[in-house]
């Protein structure tokens, strides 16, 4: 089955305390992407990745890094998370192309920072 | 810079067609107008996308202005299932950048 998984998918941290969400997908596509969202305020994107070794900044990169070192894992990093990354995030992935192309969505991860 | 905007809320009978504007009135000539939605806090879910001309799928149709800076989004035979929260989105020209905006909460009323 055509999927993007991330986990964990619920996560409670303390401040400073590094952690990493991965994110994976199974489609061969080179686009990956990270989003936050937070009440009222729609998603964000953070990160996204147009290739392996090939990343670029979002709206909101503050506090966050991200690598691709491989085609199908594109994992979020936070060195040192603070209360105001407590978010909702997902991970998606696309095809690159020139028309349109469809982004699919992981189902989320939750991250309480303390 | 690229935005959307759209309306917070709406209602919908069921069975009834539910239209969803959106205005894009920054996009530039080449990008793409795309369409989402997001069932409670699931990962949001393709719809259907546009250039200029209308496109119709088995979800939904879009229209989008002749000047491109707005477009809607109809489902035709709403359902309960259809409440949602739907995002209307844009690129920032020239990057792989997604502006998703604060989307419409629609609700489906028996």
């Known amino acids: 089955e055509a999927q993007v998984t991330q986990n964990p998918r619920y996560l409670i941290t303390v401040t400073g305390k590094k952690l990493t969400v991965t994110c994976s997908q199974n489609?061969?596509?080179?686009?990956m992407s990270w989003y936050r969202q937070d009440p009222g305020l729609g998603l964000r994107q953070i990160y996204y990745s147009m290739n392996v070794e090939v990343t670029d900044k979002g709206d909101v990169p503050e506090g966050y890094k991200v690598s691709r070192k491989e085609k199908r894992n594109f994992p979020l990093i936070l060195e040192s998370p603070s209360p105001n990354q407590t978010s909702l995030y997902f991970c998606a992935s696309s095809l690159i192309g020139l028309a349109g192309v469809e982004q699919f969505f992981g189902p989320g991860t939750r991250l309480t920072v303390l | 810079d690229a935005k959307t905007t759209q309306p917070p809320s709406m209602d919908c009978a069921e069975g009834r067609a539910a239209n969803l504007p959106c205005n894009h009135s920054?996009?530039?000539?080449?990008?793409?107008v795309y369409w989402y939605r997001q069932i409670h806090s699931q990962g949001p879910q393709y719809i259907i996308h546009?250039?200029?001309n209308n496109e119709t799928n088995e979800m939904a149709s879009l229209i989008i202005t002749e000047d491109r800076k707005s477009s809607t989004l109809i489902l035709p035979h709403a359902t309960l299932r259809d409440t949602a929260v739907y995002y209307c989105i844009v690129r920032v020209p020239g990057t792989y950048k997604y502006i998703f905006g604060t989307g419409t909460r629609l609700k489906v009323l028996a």
């Open positions: 489609m061969n596509h080179e686009y």
């Open positions: 920054t996009i530039s000539g080449n990008e793409y």
């Open positions: 546009g250039l200029k």
